[in-house]
């Protein structure tokens, strides 16, 4: 495709005599004609990176590229990099947008000549494009079949699907990371179309950016996997590798998300599994990671299973069961709505402080007689002792599962 779109691009431009540039639908560039002008800062990025900062690209959406038929115009907006207009041909087949031909306005004016030219070319492009589209589809659709293998009960399934990643060149063999994605306000419900579709722009987002074979991705209706795949790395390398992974797809989630939206999900990382034959085990680990996120309200970009402590056992027990095992009277304290705020933010903070007054006291800013009273009405709502060790670790656990959430 890139041999066929690269030919099409310089006729076209030695034909005008002015440079020409194709973008896909995501305004990435596929391909570009040698340059008769001076390049503005958004076209040197685009050269540089092959993408676009969100910016331009929601400057282009402004502009109504999405919705042309024919010739438009995008203006200069200079504090973005843009400056000079462009003059855009949208790329279409069967009316389904593919991409965007473009000439800029500094190297001279679309007339009737241009625009012609502009149209026979795009659609060459368009079936250039959708021939490609359908190759990748093909090949797409297989890496997800097999990750699902890999992520699933089944271990004779899970075996097959790592033997068939390697064989049919996906991926290399070597220490496996999964790192997940899920929205920050619940999960389980498919999400909209265009909370899905940031999913997929932030995922292809790390694709690009991936050395060949080292990424696996999936995007589910709820919830984005990339697994990290490290085949000469040990295990802190592997680790640190996908954290680094982990922060990107996190920081393009918040580029990609509109701005009210901006902390709409949360990431976690599994740990090092050895091989993709335990894919399942470190997706596992990357879920339980990013819902602890999601319930406790972190303000982590990511979250990591190997450093939850306490809350890696906790969010691998039924949630029910794990509420219903407190006493009454801790279930009462510590509910996120008939409980008392004042009691619980003490008991979380003298547990915390291992039972310390003195710190704990100066935490809470208050006399330490102050912390003596309340801590005896907790003892005596919850009928626990706290000078007790089994009723300590009692309550210590009771205000973790608080914090996931579970009494709700």
Do not use: C
């Amino acid at each position: 495709m890139a041999t066929d779109m690269q030919q099409l691009v310089d006729a076209l431009g030695a034909r005008l005599g002015r440079s020409v540039a194709v973008d896909d639908r995501w305004v990435r560039l596929v391909a570009h004609s040698a340059h008769h002008g001076e390049a503005d800062a958004a076209r040197i990025e685009s050269l540089m990176h092959r993408e676009v900062s969100s910016e331009l690209a929601a400057h282009v959406a402004a502009a109504g590229a999405a919705r042309a038929t024919d010739l438009f115009t995008v203006p200069p907006r200079p504090e973005i990099g843009v400056a000079v207009a462009r003059y855009g041909m949208p790329i279409r087949h069967h009316d389904a947008l593919l991409g965007y031909l473009w000439l800029t306005a500094n190297e001279g004016p679309a007339g009737p000549r241009e625009a012609d030219a502009l149209r026979a070319a795009a659609r060459q492009a368009a079936l250039i494009l959708h021939g490609e589209h359908l190759r990748d589809e093909i090949a797409r659709s297989r890496e997800r079949e097999l990750v699902r293998d890999l992520v699933a009960e089944d271990s004779v399934l899970r075996a097959e699907a790592a033997q068939a990643v390697i064989e049919e060149e996906l991926a290399t063999a070597g220490r496996t990371v999964a790192v997940v994605a899920i929205p920050a306000d619940g999960p389980g419900e498919p999400l909209p179309q265009e909370r899905r579709h940031v999913l997929h722009l932030a995922v292809e987002h790390i694709r690009r950016q991936a050395a060949p074979g080292s990424v696996l991705s999936l995007v589910r209706p709820d919830h984005a996997l990339v697994l990290s795949i490290h085949p000469r790395a040990g295990d802190e390398r592997s680790a640190a590798g996908a954290e680094e992974l982990a922060g990107a797809l996190s920081r393009r989630l918040r580029e990609e998300s509109s701005p009210h939206r901006a902390a709409a999900f949360r990431v976690g990382v599994g740990q090092v599994a050895r091989g993709l034959t335990g894919a399942a085990t470190t997706y596992l680990e990357a879920m339980h990671a990013a819902e602890v996120a999601r319930r406790t309200g972190s303000g982590e970009a990511v979250t990591l299973y190997s450093r939850l402590g306490i809350y890696a056992l906790l969010a691998r027990l039924p949630p029910s069961e794990l509420a219903e095992s407190l006493p009454a009277g801790l279930r009462t304290l510590l509910h996120p709505r008939s409980g008392d705020p004042e009691l619980t933010e003490t008991l979380t903070t003298y547990l915390d402080a291992a039972g310390d007054t003195g710190r704990s006291a100066a935490r809470l800013h208050i006399h330490r007689s102050t912390l003596y009273h309340r801590l005896r009405r907790i003892e005596d709502l919850t009928g626990l002792s706290l000078s007790h060790g089994n009723d300590r670790l009692t309550a210590h656990l009771a205000v973790k599962i608080a914090q996931l959430r579970l009494l709700d």
